[in-house]
C-alpha cells in the first residue's frame, strides 16, 4: 500500500469537478459571446479567462497523475512538481498579460485571485515535490490543499468574469427601451 492509496476519493471528486467546470466554462463563453465588448478583449481573455481555464486543467491533471496507480509516491512528486513549475512560469506571464491589457484595470482582488493566489498555489505544489521523499504524507496533503486552492480560484474567477460580463458589460451595451432603467 502506498501513501498515494488513500486519496482515491478525493481526486475522483476534485478532478470530475475541474472537469464539469471547464465545460460548464464553455457553455458560458458561448452564452455571452453576443454580448458586445470593446477594445482590449483578447487581450482581457488572456489575462482574466484563459487562467481560469489553466487552473482547472492543471486540478484535472494534478487529480489524473495522482490517481495512476503508482507503485510509490516519486514519480507522482516528479510530475505534480514539473506542473508547479509550469504553473510559476504560467502566473509570471498571467501577471505581465495582466498589465498589459486595457480593457480593464485590475483591482486588489484580482491581482489576489489571477496572480498571487495562483502563484502560492503552484509554489506550494513544487515545494510538496522536493518534500515528498522525505515527508510524503504530508506533501501529500499540501498537494491536495494546493488543488482546492486551484479549483476555488477557478470558481471565483470564472463567476467574477460572469457577473462583469452580465451585470457591467451588458448594461453598458443595452439599448434603452423608451423609459428609465
Not at 91 to 99: D, M
Not at 121 to 131: D, F, N
Request: aromatic letters at 12%.
Amino acid at each position: 500500500m502506498t501513501a498515494l492509496s488513500g486519496w482515491e476519493n478525493f481526486y475522483v471528486i476534485v478532478g470530475s469537478s475541474a472537469g464539469a467546470l471547464i465545460g460548464l466554462q464553455f457553455v458560458v463563453i458561448t452564452l455571452i459571446a453576443d454580448i458586445p465588448i470593446g477594445d482590449g478583449a483578447a487581450q482581457a481573455g488572456d489575462a482574466f479567462a484563459t487562467p481560469t481555464i489553466i487552473h482547472f486543467g492543471a486540478v484535472l491533471l494534478l487529480a489524473g497523475v495522482l490517481s495512476a496507480p503508482w507503485r510509490g509516491i516519486a514519480p507522482a512528486a516528479v510530475l505534480w512538481g514539473l506542473l508547479g513549475l509550469s504553473g510559476v512560469v504560467y502566473t509570471a506571464i498571467v501577471a505581465r498579460r495582466l498589465q498589459r491589457q486595457i480593457a480593464y484595470k485590475p483591482e486588489f482582488e484580482d491581482w489576489l485571485f489571477h496572480l498571487l493566489l495562483p502563484f502560492a498555489g503552484y509554489v506550494t505544489l513544487s515545494a510538496c515535490a522536493l518534500a515528498a521523499r522525505s515527508h510524503g504524507a504530508e506533501a501529500l496533503y499540501g498537494v491536495s490543499a494546493a488543488a482546492m486552492l486551484l479549483l476555488f480560484i477557478g470558481i471565483h474567477n470564472a463567476w467574477d468574469a460572469v457577473t462583469y460580463h452580465v451585470f457591467v458589460q451588458r448594461r453598458k451595451h443595452r439599448k434603452p427601451s423608451g423609459g428609465a432603467e
